[in-house]
Structure formats: structure tokens, C-alpha cells
């Protein structure tokens, strides 16, 4: 009985967990727009832009990779 | 476009390879259902004795990624040699395996000179080429075929049945396995970038070669950066808020070890993951397109992981607020 209730709450944490990848999502989507943006009204900076989207968005992602690798912890080590 | 209007399209001969491997997958997959394999976040460790045990670091496996490393730095010596030979020969045009990585270096090199300056991008660009090229290779060996499903089997809790193909080889069947019979599965290899010591290790590695790179730019004035006390005394209000950013820069420091050695982990492991868990849900077909999005990720990884080195390393050759520079 113990052992399922442990088995639930894993899950739950783990779900709990990634509610922190909607911060990351908000941010990749806003740098994507502005990069966009920028590329329309300037098509000459494409290549800069683009690197420096890549970065911006590598960026944001840890923080939703973070999330995941705290969730893989509860799943798979706890 | 007008060679593109005359010629018509034709698929070829390679869509019969693909269909002849779809087929080929659509037997494998009901000849031997795949099974969902024990996922652990640690290496495994190939034998049962531990290689060596010392007081600090207790017992030291074999690990299947270790194994990894081997393979990876045999590619990479490869290139080397393969690279050196055409430098030997003395002809000017490179062609075949140089040629290629002549063109990615130049690209590299420009990239670091664009930010990091005439002068310093001959001292930085080492760094940024040599993290990028082993966290590349590392990553694309990870979705070769054979790691983590070619390797030994050892009895386990939440095991599987075996059955034997041929003389001495085993795979894994579905199924429940009786109690204490179960076996499951280690790989020889499995991807250098889901052990988190090596992403660790290149993380050190490069936030310490910053540091070092600074000292050089700079010499003992790099560390007013983090313990600024030039304005303290002068302008103590100002002086009091400097002292604070410079032990936040101190901390963000530490940050970027953190953040560097998790984001190519946590990427690398959550695509290890996603793929033992789709083919064990859909082993027809659809793991090829994962194995793509896998690619991508891979090359976007090692790329960043190169290019922030790179990054901090051109801001540390700069003073902050410096008065020369700007």
C-alpha cells in the first residue's frame, strides 16, 4: 500500500515538474518572434540573427531541460 | 531553372530500400516485439569487480560509456590522421575528409573572429573547435546502430524472458518472466553525452579556461570583476552595490558549470529516453523520424555548447565597463 503511494506521488512530482517548461516555451516563442521580426524588416541580418536565435533559444531551453532532468530523477534514481 | 524544368522528377531507386526496410521492420517488430528496457540515469557498469577503488573516489566501474569515449576519440584521431596525411602531401587544393573540415573551420574561425576579435581569436578559437568537435562526434555516434542494444544480459528484478537465436546469442521477448528468471539488458556502448560526468568534465573544463584566458587579457585586474572594491572607497554608495553585482557575477560563475553540464545532459538523456520509449511503443517506421529530430538536436547542442565557450571566453578578454575598449 506504501509502495503504491510512493509509486503515485513519483508521478505526480514528475508531472509537477514540467509545469516549469510553460515558462520556457513562453520565452522561446517571444525571442522567435522578435528574431522573425527582425529578419523581415532587415533580411540582410538573417545569418546573425539566426545564430544569435539559436543561442537565445538554447537559452531558454535549459530552463525547460532542467525541469525534465528533475523529472527524469523522480521517474528513474528516486 | 530551366535544367530543373527539362529533367523530370524520378524517385529513383532508393524508394525501394526504403520500402524493402519498412517491410523488413514490420517482420522484425512481430518476429520479436520489442520490450521497454530498464532506463537508468547512472552508467552502467559492464563487469562486476570494480577496475580500481581508492579512498576518494570509493569504486570505479567500467562503464558502457567509457567504452563510448574510446570510440570517439578513435574517430577523432582518425580525422586527425586522415587530415594530417593531406597536409603531408602538400597540395594546396584540400579534397575528400580535409576539404570538409578545412571548410567547417573556416567557418568556426570567422564566427570567433566576428566576436571575439582579430587578436584573440587565434588563442580562443582551439577551445571552441575542440569542445564542438567532441561534443558533436560524441552525439552522432549516440544514434549509430548497436549502442544500447547489443550487450549483456543480467538478472534483474523487473526482468524479461530470453530466448535463444542462435548458439550463445539471446534476445529479449515480451512477456512475464518467472520470478528470479527475468533478465534484462546492458549495452557495450551507450551515447558519451547521457553520462553526466563527461558533460560535467567539458563544463570545468571550459569555465576554467575562461578564467584563465581572463587572467591572461587582464591580468589580476580580472578579478575586480568579482570582488570590485576599486570604487568603495571613493563613491561608497555606488561602491556598496558594485561589491554585490561582483559576488552575484561570482555566483553566475558557478551557474554557468551548472547550466552547461545539465543542458547537454538533459537534452542528450531525454532523447535516449524518447527513443527506447517510442520503439517499444511503435517499432515501425516512426523511430526513423525521432532518430532525425535526434540529428538535429545533436548538431543545435554541440554547436551551443562550443559557441557559449566561445562566448564567455571573448566577454572575459574584455574588461567590463572598460575604458580602452569601447
Not at chain 2, 602531401?89 to 564566427?111: C, D, H, K, M, R
Amino acid at each position: 500500500m506504501t509502495g503504491d503511494i510512493v509509486l503515485a506521488a513519483k508521478f505526480v512530482g514528475a508531472g509537477l515538474a514540467m509545469i516549469g517548461a510553460l515558462g520556457a516555451g513562453i520565452g522561446i516563442g517571444l525571442s522567435v518572434q522578435g528574431a522573425l521580426q527582425g529578419m523581415a524588416r532587415n533580411p540582410d541580418t538573417y545569418g546573425t540573427l539566426l545564430t544569435n536565435m539559436i543561442l537565445g533559444i538554447a537559452f531558454s531551453e535549459a530552463i525547460a531541460i532542467y525541469c525534465l532532468v528533475i523529472a527524469f530523477l523522480m521517474l528513474f534514481v528516486l | 531553372m530551366e535544367a530543373r524544368k527539362s529533367r523530370k522528377w524520378r524517385w529513383g531507386v532508393n524508394r525501394w530500400f526504403v520500402l524493402l526496410f519498412i517491410v523488413l521492420g514490420i517482420i522484425g517488430a512481430n518476429l520479436y516485439p520489442p520490450v521497454q528496457p530498464h532506463i537508468q540515469v547512472a552508467a552502467e557498469a559492464l563487469t562486476e569487480r570494480p577496475l580500481f577503488s581508492s579512498p576518494v573516489l570509493g569504486d570505479v566501474y567500467l562503464t558502457n560509456t567509457m567504452l563510448a569515449m574510446v570510440v570517439v576519440d578513435v574517430i577523432l584521431l582518425l580525422v586527425v590522421l586522415a587530415v594530417q596525411k593531406a597536409v603531408r602531401t602538400g597540395s594546396l587544393v584540400p579534397q575528400g575528409i580535409s576539404g570538409a573540415v578545412e571548410a567547417l573551420f573556416e567557418v568556426l574561425y570567422n564566427l570567433t573572429e566576428s566576436s571575439a576579435g582579430a587578436k584573440w581569436a587565434k588563442t580562443i578559437f582551439p577551445y571552441f573547435s575542440i569542445i564542438m568537435l567532441t561534443v558533436l562526434v560524441a552525439n552522432l555516434t549516440k544514434l549509430m546502430p548497436g549502442y544500447e542494444t547489443i550487450g549483456l544480459l543480467h538478472l534483474s528484478e523487473h526482468g524479461y524472458p530470453v530466448k535463444e537465436l542462435f548458439p550463445g546469442i539471446f534476445t529479449l521477448v515480451k512477456g512475464e518472466a518467472q520470478h528470479g528468471e527475468g533478465y534484462n539488458l546492458i549495452g557495450f556502448l551507450r551515447g558519451l553525452s547521457t553520462d553526466l560526468n563527461f558533460t560535467v568534465a567539458l563544463a570545468l573544463f571550459s569555465v576554467f579556461m575562461t578564467q584563465l584566458i581572463g587572467v591572461r587579457a587582464q591580468g589580476v585586474r580580472y578579478f575586480t570583476k568579482f570582488i570590485n572594491v576599486t570604487t568603495l572607497f571613493s563613491k561608497p554608495g555606488f561602491g556598496a552595490i558594485d561589491l554585490a553585482v561582483g559576488l552575484l557575477e561570482l555566483i553566475s560563475e558557478f551557474a554557468k558549470i551548472l547550466s552547461f553540464s545539465f543542458r547537454l545532459f538533459g537534452n542528450m538523456f531525454a532523447g535516449l529516453v524518447l527513443l527506447v520509449l517510442v520503439g517499444s511503443l511503435i517499432p515501425v517506421f516512426f523511430q526513423s523520424t525521432v532518430l532525425l529530430f535526434e540529428f538535429f538536436i545533436g548538431l543545435i547542442q554541440a554547436f551551443v555548447f562550443g559557441m557559449l565557450t566561445m562566448v564567455f571566453m571573448a566577454q572575459a578578454t574584455q574588461g567590463h565597463g572598460g575604458n580602452e575598449h569601447h
